[in-house]
């Protein structure tokens, strides 16, 4: 199974977003989260060149249209590992972690590392 583990982002005590990390248009499969977080939601950003990162949001059909809502994930426990679902995971390229919302961002008391596990399909095509 082409399952890759890459190490970060982190984010720096006193801040509260990550470094971005080249996730080369692979899919995120689990977050493994760093001891000692602050208690804050983890919501994401995404850039497909690494230049300008924007606020990853979904868009759910209504009656009247679509509505998009931030992805958040209201809490995070302290080394754990997350399985994130498929669509939200899917041909990511630089993503950047932002320790709470875009309304609300929450700074981290030390430096937190996260490790993302990614599936990356071999070049025979598994």
Not at 36 to 44: E, I
Not at 58 to 77: A, C, L, Q
Not at 97 to 104: L, N, Q
Request: with cysteine; hydrophobic share 40%; aromatic share 12%.
């Amino acid at each position: 199974m082409p399952i890759y583990t890459l190490p970060g982002p982190v984010i720096p005590a006193g801040e509260f977003v990550s470094n971005a990390v080249d996730c080369g248009g692979h899919q995120i499969l689990r977050i493994v989260t760093p001891d000692g977080w602050d208690k804050a939601s983890l919501t994401f950003q995404l850039s497909p060149d690494n230049s300008k990162f924007n606020d990853l949001y979904h868009v759910e059909p209504t009656v009247d249209g679509f509505v998009p809502y931030e992805v958040i994930v209201p809490w995070i426990p302290d080394g754990a590992t997350l399985a994130m679902p498929p669509s939200t995971g899917l041909k990511i390229f630089w993503i950047r972690f932002r320790s709470g919302t875009k309304a609300a961002p929450v700074v981290q008391s030390n430096d937190r590392m996260f490790q993302i596990v990614m599936w990356v399909p071999d070049a025979a095509g598994g």
